[in-house]
């Protein structure tokens, strides 16, 4: 007999004899049994718990008050697509994999263009600028194959409920991910596993007929009868849908949708620093004596304060903070881990809140000159690719460090300490210094005297929206999607978003 149930365990505990204990069952009566989801309650740190949803198969009827019903997601169906012209996508991040990947499978032969490299080229020249502060502009943390979300933590988490969720993290599995994406409550699948599953998926797209041009820079486009013309650096190609699944760092693109008056808009965002803890610190904070029996601790912290919100985001256990701008000097962070989170240290990106009346002076693309100037100020502090930073005390005492002290930070061209008063503006720091030891009390040990504020931390979300109904654009050949288009927060959301798009087109079938 088959069940689904729900069932908490002490994490110090073994689950199949919990399962045998709370069923009632002898060790003969259970067929088998599998995790469909999983979670950790840290909230009472003398009794951390694993949450358990159970598939059980057994020899006899249970009586069990967790029983629940039988999950029974949808299937996602992919009709044939139903139109004469090739479809063009414009990125090959999360959005543009996805939607290329289902558009493939519906016979549609897609064409993606990429400005960046080939995970395995594009890797070469991540760590040369890591090295030796050689930029590529076009193929760096940002820019190439998997977009930003290639070198991040691969964080799957969202808050969307949505049937195609499943379907996303099934088919990260399908093309190489590690199975257990599919029952963590807080998945992810690490940067060091990303750099073989992105080139696998793209794989399937191009067996399928689908072809992917890298290095190909969108430079225009023009509007033909019933269709548009696509301009960019490795030839023309005429197309009736183009999906634009732009990453939150194209600037350069914006700036030409701007001249063909395509109806974008300004919206809120945010900005701040990088924050560096030592991970064990996190896991005794989050896990008390439980801790060695638990993997690398996240968390997820956040508080409103009068005028604004602070929060954290993107946060990397046993990770490391990256040099992340597709410009020369300019300073950007960002924050990635591998898949076994094995580093010395935790960091996560610690944010204020940005409203649009904090930038705004008539352009929709307002923003992007808002954090530019922060990006560039950044840089001019040392003129070497150095980041600005400071010490949690010494920020919180408007003070500066010298050096770091308990904790060696990760960021891989070296730090300059400084007042971050200087780069960041005064509503960031009031707002940083009044939320570090609010969040202390939610965490404690977040404003740990030595952990390192490392700056500055500006491409959390992209700073406009494409305006959109339908999914068209003002120009209706055109189709915004994904995290630059201002349509989503993280890699699940993205690649949500091209799932979503691609279904809505194939309804016209």
């Excluded at 009031?430 to 009390?441: C, F, G, R, T, Y």
Aim: glycine share 8%; proline share 5%; net charge positive.
């Amino acid at each position: 007999m088959k069940y689904v149930i729900e069932l908490k365990m002490q994490v110090d505990k073994n689950l199949k004899m919990t399962i045998l204990h709370k069923l009632k069952l002898k060790p003969q009566e259970l067929i088998s049994f599998k995790i469909l989801r999983e979670s950790i309650d840290a909230r009472n740190k003398e009794e951390v718990k694993y949450n358990y949803l159970l598939e059980i198969n057994t020899k006899k009827k249970i009586n069990y008050k967790g029983i629940k019903d039988w999950p029974n997601p949808e299937p996602l169906i992919i009709s044939p697509w139903p139109f004469a012209s090739r479809p063009v996508i414009v990125g090959l991040g999360p959005a543009g994999l996805f939607a290329g990947l289902l558009l493939a499978r519906s016979g549609a032969k897609p064409l993606i263009i990429e400005r960046g490299e080939e995970v395995s080229k594009r890797k070469i020249k991540v760590d040369e600028f890591f090295k030796n502060k050689i930029l590529d502009s076009n193929s760096n943390v940002v820019f190439g194959e998997g977009g930003a979300g290639t070198f991040s933590d691969g964080k799957l988490q969202t808050n969307i409920n949505s049937p195609y969720i499943k379907f996303i993290l099934e088919e990260f599995v399908k093309h190489g991910a590690n199975a257990d994406i599919l029952v963590s409550n807080y998945p992810h699948i690490g940067t060091d596993v990303l750099a073989y599953v992105i080139p696998n998926i793209r794989k399937e797209i191009e067996a399928l007929g689908g072809e992917v041009k890298f290095n190909t820079t969108f430079l225009d486009y023009q509007e033909e009868k019933d269709a548009v013309l696509v301009k960019t650096s490795n030839g023309n190609f005429l197309t009736k849908h183009l999906i634009l699944a732009l990453g939150h760092s194209a600037k350069d693109t914006f700036l030409m949708l701007a001249r063909h008056n395509i109806k974008m808009s300004p919206k809120n965002f945010a900005i701040g620093v990088r924050i560096e803890h030592l991970q064990a610190k996190i896991n005794t904070s989050q896990y008390g004596k439980f801790a060695r029996y638990l993997p690398p601790a996240n968390y997820k912290l956040a508080c409103h304060l009068k005028e604004r919100s602070v929060f954290t985001f993107c946060m990397c256990p046993g990770g490391y903070v990256v040099a992340s701008q597709n410009e020369a000097n300019t300073i950007v962070t960002n924050g990635m881990s591998n898949n076994k989170r094995e580093g010395i240290n935790a960091n996560s990106a610690l944010l204020v809140e940005v409203n649009v009346t904090d930038y705004y002076k008539g352009n929709p693309l307002d923003g992007f000159n808002f954090i530019g100037e922060i990006e560039k100020k950044a840089f001019q502090m040392a003129n070497n690719y150095a980041a600005p930073a400071n010490l949690v005390k010494e920020f919180l005492d408007s003070e500066v460090a010298t050096s770091p002290r308990s904790i060696n930070p990760t960021y891989p061209h070296g730090l300059h300490f400084c007042q971050l008063e200087e780069v960041l503006p005064e509503f960031v720091i009031k707002s940083l210094k009044e939320a570090i030891p609010l969040l202390n009390k939610r965490l404690q040990g977040f404003s740990d005297p030595d952990a390192i504020l490392t700056g500055v931390e500006t491409r959390s979300s992209s700073p406009v929206r494409i305006e959109r109904t339908n999914y068209q654009s003002s120009c209706p050949y055109i189709y915004p999607i994904g995290e630059g288009s201002g349509y989503a927060g993280g890699i699940t959301t993205s690649a949500l978003d091209g799932v979503k798009l691609v279904l809505e087109l194939l309804k016209k079938n």
